[in-house]
């Protein structure tokens, strides 16, 4: 059930961060939703941190975005993985 609900959470943050359509973005909402995905998973989820990353760079706070896409990074095994998130990174920068 925690599962389901951070990832309602995450997804719905990306959305609100992501979405090409303005009408659907809201950095305030999807830093909120983002850290609840966190919250729910223990800070453990690269995937979550990653959206949360994503969530401040909307609300132009790219000093945390900063920091929490590398916390992303940290989390990632995966060589494919790590690269979007290098990207993401740059981007923040």
Do not use: H
Not at 24 to 42: S, Y
């Amino acid at each position: 059930m925690v599962g389901s609900r951070a990832l309602a959470k995450s997804a719905r943050a990306w959305l609100r961060a992501t979405c090409p359509n303005p009408a659907f973005r809201d950095g305030q909402q999807a830093v909120v939703d983002g850290k609840a995905a966190c919250n729910l998973t223990p800070w453990d989820d690269r995937g979550y941190i990653d959206t949360l990353a994503a969530a401040y760079a909307e609300g132009s706070d790219f000093d945390t975005a900063i920091k929490s896409e590398q916390k992303a990074i940290s989390k990632t095994p995966d060589p494919d993985k790590i690269k979007g998130a290098q990207q993401r990174l740059a981007l923040y920068q």
